[in-house]
């Protein structure tokens, strides 16, 4: 059997000993699936580049404003700390420098107009949210405290041995500050190489503060709307819900692991929240479905599950939204 090179812990519901599972999940799809849907000719062509109208945001924010930089990263303003989500600020979501999805988008807010950085959400370790790269940089201008389910700190300390991790399971939590962090369930899955698969763990975050909660889901399948089902009931009234829309086609292959975007509606109705963002869109191609795909979806999901576009936005980069009340 693989050793697991980033965590060594008990065995759980969720954790066999070695690799990490969804419980009663399906698990991702093998080498054969993913050639099939490489070579399957169905990938839409997207454009070289997008006009992004990059902003500078406040210093702090007392209430609940969240910005959009691009894919999963998100500035998360509240009680005058400030979070980024799965931050990348690189060209390529990417092991390599010179191959790999290209950013189409440029970051909403330039790296060098960030706010002072208190803490970084780290939801899984895939590269388009694990950017050892952008990590090195907030390191040397911000020293934020990186928080992350379990393993992914092997990772960042490999590269940064300096960095300030704090690590959790599934249904704990972690405090910083006025804000308290709970790590709870997605359906998804990790991997920097062919060799470690699921050995580091995937997570959802609810964000408790002065001003209400924030659901952030960096990747997740829809799962039968397993990680939507429980919030209301656990967290109560949820003031916001970051959501992804994109990466879903061929829903053959990125089903179990990549909600669309009626599923996104769908969860975002279980989860009882008031309003939500949605993600994970237009910035670096990696899946079949056109540039804009998820945007139109998006809309007739909303009209069909009757809710309003004033409640469930898909932000472009460089766009700020101050939750209301």
């Known amino acids: 059997m693989a050793k697991n090179q980033y965590h060594s812990g008990p065995v759980s519901d969720h954790f066999d000993g070695t690799r990490f599972f969804n419980p009663q999940g ?32 406040a ?12 894919h999963a990263t998100m500035l998360i303003q509240t009680a005058g700390i400030n979070i980024l989500t ?8 990417s092991p390599l420098a010179f191959a790999g ?5 440029q970051p909403g807010i330039a790296f060098d107009d960030l706010p002072k950085i208190d803490a970084v959400l780290l939801s899984h370790n895939h590269y388009d949210h694990l950017d050892i790269a952008t990590l090195h940089r907030l390191h040397q201008s911000h020293a934020p405290e990186i928080i992350t389910p379990l393993g992914n700190d092997a990772i960042i ?29 997605c359906h998804h899955w990790s991997a920097r190489g062919m060799r470690d698969r699921s050995m580091a763990l995937w997570s959802a975050f609810v964000i408790q503060g ?10 997740t399948g829809f799962d039968n709307g397993r990680p939507y089902a429980n919030l209301a009931a656990q967290h109560g009234p949820l003031r916001a819900a970051i959501l992804p ?22 969860g975002f109705l279980l989860s009882g929240a008031k ?29 069909t599950h009757n809710i309003p576009e004033s409640q469930f936005r898909a932000l472009p980069p460089g766009t700020a939204w101050a939750i209301p009340a």
């Open 101 to 105: 999805p290209k950013r189409v988008a």
């Open 86 to 93: 799965d931050p990348v600020w690189s060209t390529r979501a």
């Open 59 to 70: 210093a702090h924010v007392a209430d609940m404003t969240i910005t959009m930089v691009g």
């Open 275 to 303: 309003h939500a963002i949605g993600h994970h869109w237009g910035t670096f191609q990696l899946t079949d479905e056109a540039h804009q795909a998820p945007l139109d979806a998006l809309k007739t999901a909303l009209k």
């Open 157 to 185: 300390h490999a590269a940064i041995p300096q960095a300030k991790i704090t690590t959790r399971d599934w249904g704990q939590t972690s405090q910083h500050g006025p804000l308290t962090i709970h790590f709870e369930p």
């Open 26 to 57: 399906a698990a991702p799809r093998g080498l054969r699936d993913l050639l099939k849907w490489q070579f399957n000719g169905q990938c839409k062509a997207w454009p070289k580049s997008v006009a992004t109208d990059a902003v500078k945001p």
């Open 210 to 219: 002065p001003s209400g909660k924030i659901l952030h889901i960096g990747d």
């Open 245 to 266: 829309i994109g990466a879903y086609e061929p829903r053959w292959f990125m089903r179990d692991q990549h909600q669309n975007p009626d599923e996104a509606a769908r």
